[in-house]
């Protein structure tokens, strides 16, 4: 199984596919909804908003396993910081990609400022850059696959 490149033009050429009116292969969200879903995933990347560990501590270090598997996100999944009910926070899907666009720069210049940072992720645990850059690879792919975007 091969993962998205984690590269900002790599993103934006994907993104080039998708209409507001896209419908997803599997589950509810909206086109816009999934980059603000991706968006929020990058945030929790750079340590914003109050994310807690949702797992014990020995459990974090057995699902950090998944991220150097070529095992693919399952279809579906519910997390708790994921809920349909969460507002949409942009007027449409062209504002979703530039909030996108610019929290991704934000990331990636911060990741040369603090390369050491650790961030917490709820089921994995405090991850590295490098470890957020795996989760950011298949958690894009999923979505991307999610909406027809990517084989």
């Known amino acids: 199984m ?9 993103f934006l050429e ?9 419908k997803p292969l599997w589950g509810n969200m909206s086109a816009q909804r999934m980059v603000e879903h ?8 750079r340590g914003l908003g109050n994310h807690q560990l949702a797992v014990p501590t020995e459990k974090a270090e057995q699902l950090k396993q998944f991220l150097y598997t070529d095992k693919q ?10 809920t349909p009910d969460i507002t ?3 007027a449409d ?3 979703a990609i530039d909030e996108f ?11 040369e400022e603090e390369p050491e940072k650790l961030a917490i992720h709820p089921f994995y ?14 958690h894009f792919t999923h979505h991307f696959k999610q909406f027809g975007l990517m084989e």
């Not at 091969?2 to 790599?10: A, C, P, R």
């Not at 666009?101 to 990741?111: A, G, R």
């Open 2 to 10: 091969s993962f998205i490149e984690t590269d900002l033009s790599t």
């Open 14 to 22: 994907v993104f080039k596919k998708l209409e507001a009116t896209s």
């Open 38 to 45: 991706l968006t929020d995933g990058i945030n929790m990347s």
């Open 73 to 82: 996100m399952a279809q579906n999944i519910q997390v708790p910081f994921a």
């Open 88 to 90: 949409l926070r942009n």
């Open 93 to 95: 899907l062209e504002d």
């Open 101 to 111: 666009t610019t929290t991704w720069v934000d990331y990636e210049e911060e990741k």
């Open 125 to 138: 645990g405090n991850l590295t850059r490098e470890e957020w850059l795996k989760v950011h690879s298949k």
